[in-house]
């Protein structure tokens, strides 16, 4: 069965970096999104994906956060400037239209 | 705005025992509903769904839902729990032609022998 699957899983990253997750999403799919949930609290949704644009994002996702798909299987998240509140677990999501997403297993981001 | 809310944090059932996990949710329209499991170390899986038609809705893994609009509610059920169900249990509704899924809280669902 086709998943979406993220790297790394984990990544420690000092305040002030940048660092890019990547995600695989299931290969036919054409919508994409990222969530993220900060530990204790809900998943958040951060930013659609579709056609090459974003579709619709969330007031969490600000001028630090871009997506790319760079090339026909990668979907990316960068955070330009990372800081200790953007500590939280990031799931990559990926759909075919119909409202139904599938998830990632997440990559957990841990800004010192 | 829309919302889900999840009443309990965490349930403890014995194995073979029944189970309902609570859901509400505030909406305008007819929302899309969803339950979404995570195991440790694992990503959200897709239990069920409702978007219309017949209220109760089944699932994988023995699960089904009831979507009952006069209460707000679309509740998560199974018969018999087994161990293997001890897990996060995540409820979420879905904004049309947003791609935006909204979660509840979640609930902890902890299995006793």
């Known amino acids: 069965e086709p998943e979406v699957t993220q790297t790394p899983s984990h990544q420690v990253t000092q305040m002030g970096q940048e660092v890019i997750l990547r995600c695989v999403p299931i290969s036919n799919h054409l919508y994409f999104y990222w969530y993220r949930q900060i530990l204790g609290q809900k998943v958040e949704f951060l930013v659609s994906f579709y056609n090459n644009e974003i579709s619709e994002k969330s007031e969490i996702f600000d001028d630090q956060f871009s997506v790319e798909r760079p090339d026909g299987s990668n979907f990316t998240l960068k955070i330009r400037s990372t800081k200790l509140e953007d500590s939280a677990m990031y799931f990559c999501?990926?759909?075919?239209?119909?409202?139904?997403?599938?998830f990632g297993p997440g990559t957990r981001l841990l800004v010192l | 705005a829309q919302s889900v809310t999840q009443p309990d944090i965490h349930i403890t059932v014995s194995e073979g025992a029944s189970l309902e996990l609570r859901c509400n949710y505030s909406?305008?329209?007819?929302?899309?509903l969803f339950w979404y499991v995570q195991s440790p170390g694992q990503g959200l899986q897709l239990l069920l769904k409702?978007?219309?038609?017949?209220?109760l809705v089944q699932g994988i893994k023995g699960f089904e839902a009831e979507f009952k609009r006069s209460q707000s509610s679309f509740n998560l059920r199974k018969p018999s729990v087994h161990w293997s169900d001890a897990a996060e249990y995540f409820c979420a509704v879905g904004v049309p032609n947003t791609g935006k899924l909204i979660f509840g809280q979640g609930t902890t669902l902890q299995v006793k022998p």
């Open positions: 409702y978007f219309s038609g017949d209220t």
């Open positions: 999501a990926s759909g075919s239209g119909g409202e139904t997403q599938y």
């Open positions: 909406y305008g329209a007819t929302p899309y």
